[in-house]
């Protein structure tokens, strides 16, 4: 029998991308779509290349809406997950999309995000190394029934850096990633400030200085890995494609690291993982290699020179990013196939994009 869904915030992009990956889900049923300025309207109105729920009307995003269902995603802004998230019943499986309940210190939310810190859900990032033994976060994902889906610049840093960090092989005081995102993953705020005054073709630097908000995300993820506490410097780069993202993390290395030795250790960690991909010595990804699809590829370099990691990985924003992530933690948490409904996906194959 396939479970009943609802996603709220539909409208936007990444609930498009959620609606074009539950079509392709054979044990998923929705039901419920919600909106705000767009209740009424059919989801062939913004959707168009999801023709499996093109008659489907957005509802309003209340507690009766969203009541009843076995899955309800939440594509909203950050801070108005935690208000609905009070709706929904205790035995209801939820993924949050958004920040709400990333953070697990309140510290960090509040220097980062302000505002009441409505407190952690489990991380729904099944990769990621939490501990330098190896032990992943799917451990966590069995069963819960509140997951908080990672941001989808944290998941190219995270997963780029942890296995350098869970192996020793750098120091934990000089790591910095500069990550280019396309404009679907940047907001609209800093999309809106960029097209404003550039043609496209364009590349901006955008919330400079350390204060993007997936800072506090990244740090919480890799000190887990690395076990201790550690800093990273972030710059976010939004160019004018509409999907992707690479992120070139780079750390220095601690003596006697060899290039067989990042390797190996990247082979090592993501060795049984359908999702990530290590690419071999001397190649690197590009964001037009995952546009569509739930993988991060990644490709590593040591830069004799400067005697630093260069671990470069890709991903498409909203999928490994975001929607994809939330499906495969979905999986777990189900107690299904954790590809279920992600192998072979692709933009061609409900349309042309979501």
């Known amino acids: ?41 059919k989801v062939s109105s913004l959707h168009s290349s999801i023709p499996k729920y093109a008659d489907l009307v957005f509802a309003p995003n209340t507690a009766e809406s969203l009541s009843g269902h076995d899955i ?16 929904l019943a205790s035995d209801t499986l939820v993924l949050d999309c958004g920040a709400d309940f990333r953070l697990e210190s309140e510290s960090d939310w509040q220097k980062f995000y302000g505002g009441d810190h409505a407190g952690s859900w489990t991380y729904g990032m099944p990769e990621l190394v939490i501990d ?51 404009t679907s993953g940047a907001g609209r705020g800093a999309t809106e400030n960029l ?59 601690k003596a006697g690291v060899t290039l067989k030795d ?10 049984n993982e359908s999702f990530v991909k290590v690419l071999p010595e001397g190649q690197f ?18 830069d004799e020179h400067a005697n630093r990691l260069i671990a470069v990985c890709a991903i498409d924003n909203l999928v490994k990013g975001t929607g994809g992530a939330a499906i495969q933690s979905m999986n777990i948490a189900l107690g299904l196939a954790e590809n279920t409904g992600l192998d072979g996906i692709s933009l061609s194959k409900n349309g042309a994009k979501s």
């Open 195 to 253: 097209f404003a005054v550039e043609p496209t073709g364009s590349a901006n630097a955008y919330q400079v200085g350390g204060i993007h908000r997936h800072t506090p995300e990244i740090e919480q993820n890799l000190s887990k890995s690395a076990g201790a506490q550690i800093q990273v410097s972030f710059t976010p780069v939004l160019a004018s494609l509409e999907r992707g993202i690479l992120a070139v993390n780079t750390a220095k290395l």
């Open 1 to 41: 029998m396939a479970f009943s869904v609802a996603v709220a915030g539909a409208s936007g992009n990444v609930g498009g991308e959620l609606l074009r990956l539950i079509a392709n889900h054979p044990d998923l049923e929705l039901k419920t779509v919600t909106a705000s300025s767009m209740v009424g309207h």
């Open 285 to 302: 990804p590009s964001t037009a290699d995952t546009i569509g699809q739930n993988f991060a590829i990644t490709g590593i370099a040591l």
């Open 72 to 87: 309800v995603f939440l594509a909203l802004p950050h801070s108005k997950s935690a208000e609905v998230a009070e709706w």
């Open 132 to 182: 330098p033994s190896g032990t992943k976060q799917r451990t966590l994902l069995s069963s819960t029934k509140r997951i908080a889906v990672p941001g989808c610049n944290v998941t190219a840093i995270s997963l780029g850096l942890a296995p350098a960090l869970a192996s020793g092989l750098v120091e934990l005081d000089d790591i910095v990633s500069v990550l280019t995102v396309g």
């Open 262 to 271: 990042l390797q190996s250790a990247y082979a090592t960690h993501y060795a």
